[in-house]
Structure formats: C-alpha cells, structure tokens
C-alpha cells in the first residue's frame, strides 16, 4: 500500500527558502520517478520538479536555478529544497510518482505561503 505523508511547509517570506520532505512506503524509487506537484488556488496541480529512477532532475522553468530535489532511497524520502521564494510559489505541495496520469491517491500535502 502506498504511502505519502508531506511535511516542511509553512509562511515565509518573498526570498525565503524551505525545505519540503516526503516520507514514503510502499514505493521502490529505483523503478519510480517521482516528483513535487502543487496546487494553488483556482489552478490545476502541476509537476514542478522529478527525479528519475537513475537520478536525474528535471524542473519547470520557473523553478530553476531555485528548487533542488533531491532522494534518500535507504530511508525512503524525497526532498524539495526551495530557495528564493517567490509569492507565485504559494500552494499545497504534494510529492508522488511521475507521470501524474499514473497517481492512484494524494497525500495530505504540506502547504507553502510566500508573503509579506
């Protein structure tokens, strides 16, 4: 059974940084990509930053040069790192398998508020 529990989010101002973590059961990363969505108000959820089974990141262009992902397969976590914060951040973060269309349920998520 899979398993998916966010935590690290919370208020931080426009150039903050937070680091999300993601522990994980049920999933085998060697045989999973997976990667950090989020969901901002009146928007649909989005993919914003994957790693793939061999290890490899990929971002949005939005998120570059700002965002690390990053795993830790002994122990079963993915990590967001997120640095220089921006208002247009803001929203629930959830960590799940790559692609989206495969996901078969949400965790709670961890929310994420940029502002002033």
């Known amino acids: 059974q899979v398993q998916l529990v966010e935590s ?7 150039g903050g940084s937070l680091k999300l973590s993601c522990a994980t059961s049920g999933i085998m990363f060697t045989r999973n990509a ?40 002994a122990k079963r976590m ?10 247009e951040d803001t929203a ?7 692609p989206q269309s495969l996901v078969l349920s949400w965790g709670q998520g961890t929310q994420v508020t940029v502002s002033s």
């Open 78 to 87: 993915v990590y967001l790192q997120m640095n220089n914060l921006e208002p």
């Open 8 to 14: 690290g989010g919370g208020l931080v101002q426009p």
């Open 92 to 98: 629930i973060y959830y960590c799940n398998t790559v």
């Open 34 to 73: 997976m990667g950090w969505y989020r969901q901002a108000p009146g928007k649909e959820r989005e993919l914003v930053a994957s790693i793939a089974r061999g290890g490899t990141p990929d971002y949005i262009n939005s998120v570059k040069g700002r965002f690390t992902i990053s795993r830790d397969i």
